[in-house]
């Protein structure tokens, strides 16, 4: 399973979500879309990540 790490935690990310999310952020480096959320797993807790131009990057748990 793929996984990020973010604030030295490791999220799991199912390879469904890290493809399309792999694809949201070239759009984003790209200028083609506003922003990027996904979806994260540690410890059996969902987690939701938000990248937007300009602002600091979102974890909410």
């Given at each position: 399973?793929?996984?990020?790490?973010?604030?030295g935690?490791?999220y799991?990310?199912?390879?469904?979500?890290?493809?399309?999310?792999?694809?949201?952020?070239?759009?984003?480096?790209?200028?083609?879309?506003l922003?990027?959320?996904?979806?994260?797993?540690?410890?059996?807790?969902?987690?939701?990540?938000?990248i937007?131009?300009?602002?600091?990057?979102?974890?909410?748990?």
């Amino acid at each position: 399973m793929p996984s990020l790490i973010f604030n030295g935690v490791t999220y799991g990310i199912s390879q469904t979500r890290f493809e399309a999310t792999r694809e949201l952020l070239a759009r984003f480096a790209e200028g083609h879309t506003l922003g990027v959320a996904m979806s994260l797993t540690h410890d059996g807790a969902r987690n939701h990540l938000f990248i937007t131009p300009g602002v600091p990057v979102t974890l909410v748990k």
